[in-house]
């Protein structure tokens, strides 16, 4: 078993809403009043958890609150969560950036955090200076920056600019600058924000990849990120935070499917809740969806290659002379993975008002993995527009044996997400 | 496995003990001090002319107008000292004094941008504006000695006291102290009241007042004097005089008190800062 090198006991951070100085210097005596006496410090006891829709009577929140995990050494944990969860106070914290209000993290060997690159740089400095400055901020020693230097300005790919300013450069040039100091970074552990999603595909894929080569090393890295496909790559553990606390905290696909739910509340019993769709006009509405096998029994796990049934409702509000369904399914990296259309020998049809009952079979070939359901309703007329929208309302899982059991497909999802059909023709040619 | 006996490297809490000081890692990270200067120096001439002559024209026009001013117009005394060298030995070290203040009492809201992404030992900030501000008072102390050498080899009014010249590393010293604690005191306090940012410019020509910059000691009457040799600069200012002029007077008494006065300060601002350095990203 290897070592915990981090580990994070009851860490909680309280912010203050509103403005910072106005009546602060009352509370600020009080405060001191009380741990002049050796009191608990009166502030601690309120705050409310960081639900930003909620109206509350406090203006005390807890940004995160009774957080704890620990990391073992190699590991490399991907925080996930929606906008505001916590994920970047929690980076914040571990990076020493700002302090908790509770809790303790005890770290065994050196923390290098990355919540942005190119730190400190100075426009009027060169390029060469830069890397020093930003080297030496970053947490690297001279001797370190000096060894590493032509390899710096080998992956940053500003060999002849490297004595010119950097407010001159390009803002690509600056960023693969930046970046290029920090990939050389060596710490035990590597902290990266969001940085990343900087730059074009190019430079993201350049940066995945030297993160991964980290990884490899056996490094421990803390990844923050909204993008799934990123954190299922990297990160074999993922730790999923709602609210300013731990939801969940497992293996990355646990964090990543929960994360996605978190996102849209899934219907359960079939039945689709009223303000689930992403996009709605009111005058077409999904009710209700089913997944059955071709037995008739409802099922959420199918397995490669196996026909299944979708069946779904659909409430009209007005009739519509020119419409359009189309249910597809996602995976993880791509928004949709796979769309069946019903447009009735190619002319659209037209829905009365009133409630539909529509199925579907389908075998869309999908590659194990889990995938979720996205159903919508277009009005054709005119330029066309979405009358329904729900998505990921529905999760099912395909696992790599086929019906019969035999185990023909041990299919790696990393190919992809479906598999098709293809008339093959192999000559052997000497 | 003994949970308390398992040895971390560190330990990440809401605040540590209220005396506890890390100097440790303010020296791991000495080598990003002197590229902070170096930024400090090499960004501030980039694009200029005239460069580090700058360091020279601003306390050459300062005294100009000084001795027109204080001298010509006010006839304040100069204890005999030729007009130039006096306002200039005045000048110098309370140059590299107020430097340190201005700059250092702005280290939380200049660096927010830097200090809100990375760590590194906050007080490295404070302590690269000390060195960087020296090798300003180094070349502005070339220039007093040069006038200095000038009055000293073609008149007869300047008569050093050349033993106490060895104090003067010290008397720098004591600048620095001064200048950088009374600096991170500001710089501690205005991340949650900005009230003290429209002081520092206004209350640093104040206390030129109090200071025997533009007057001498002996100029002033007696019962004026304890109240100038309150401010812990004035006793400072008066040795460099006396070691370099020959006038002015060495009080140790005085200077005890500066010292006192400085060990004081010092202690309260590094504990302020600290507390400071863990909690001001929420509040700046």
Known sequence: ?430 | MDLTTEKWDLEIKPQDKWYHQDFASVWRYRELLFILVRRDFVAQYKQTILGPLWLIIQPVVTTLIYSVIFGYVARIGTDEIPRLLFYLSGLTLWAYFTDCISKNSSTFLANSSIFGKVYFPRLIVPLSILVSNMIKLVIQMLLFLSVWLYYLITTNTVFPHYLYILFFPVLVLMMAGLGFSIGILISSLTTKYRDLTFLVGFGIQLLMYVTPIVYPMSALPERFRLIVFLNPVSSIIEAFKFMFLGTGTWNWWALGYSFLFLVVLTFFSLILFKRVEKTFMDTI
């Open chain 1, 1 to 430: 078993m290897s070592k915990t090198i981090i580990r994070v006991e009851n860490i909680g951070k309280q912010y203050r809403l509103g403005n910072v100085g106005t009546g602060s210097l009352m509370s600020d005596i009080n405060r001191w009043w009380h741990m002049a006496r050796g009191k608990e410090d009166p502030y601690l006891s309120v705050g409310d958890e960081n639900d930003r829709l909620a109206k509350s009577g406090s203006n005390l929140v807890w940004a995160l609150k009774d957080i704890n995990f620990e990391i073992k050494e190699g590991e490399v944990l991907g925080i996930i969560g929606n906008n505001g969860a916590g994920k970047s106070t929690i980076l914040k914290i571990l990076s020493r950036v700002v302090g908790p209000t509770v809790g303790s993290i005890k770290v065994k060997g050196r923390i290098a955090s990355l919540l942005e690159v190119g730190t400190g740089f100075h426009p009027d400095l060169t390029g060469r200076e830069n890397i020093y400055l930003n080297g030496a901020i970053l947490g690297m020693s001279k001797r370190e920056i000096k060894s590493n230097f032509d390899a710096i300005i080998d992956f940053a790919g500003i060999d002849r600019y490297i004595d010119t300013p950097v407010k001159r450069y390009s803002s690509g040039m600056y960023v693969r600058l930046a970046f290029a100091v920090a990939a050389h970074l060596d710490p035990d552990i590597l902290i990266v924000d969001e940085v990343l999603s900087v730059g074009d595909a190019d430079f993201q894929a350049k940066c995945l990849g030297k993160m991964k080569d980290a990884t490899v090393q056996g490094r421990t890295v803390i990844f923050v990120s909204h993008s799934m496909a990123a954190v299922k790559q990297l990160c074999n553990r993922a730790i999923l935070l709602k609210n300013g606390t731990i939801a969940v905290d497992g293996p990355v696909l646990d964090g990543i499917g929960a994360y996605l739910n978190v996102a849209k509340p899934i219907a359960d019993n079939g039945i689709i809740p009223e303000n689930v769709s992403s996009y709605t006009n009111g005058d077409a509405k999904f009710k209700y969806i089913d997944v059955k096998n071709l037995k008739g029994d409802s099922v959420n796990i199918l397995h490669y290659n196996q026909p299944f049934i979708l069946n779904v409702e659909l409430e009209v509000k007005r009739d519509i002379d020119n419409a359009i369904i189309d249910f597809s399914l996602g995976s993880y990296e791509s928004r949709y993975s796979y769309t069946s259309t019903f447009d009735n020998d190619k002319k659209n049809i037209s829905l009365k008002k009133g409630v539909y009952k529509i199925s579907v079979q389908l075998n869309p070939n999908l590659l194990p993995g889990e995938y979720g359901f996205y159903l919508a309703v277009h009005d054709m007329d005119g330029t066309g527009h979405t009358l329904d929208l729900v998505e990921r309302i529905k999760f099912i899982k395909i696992i790599p044996t086929t019906e019969d059991n035999s185990p023909r497909y041990p299919l790696n999802i990393s190919l992809g997400t479906m598999r098709t059909d293809g008339e093959w023709k192999i000559n052997k040619t000497l």
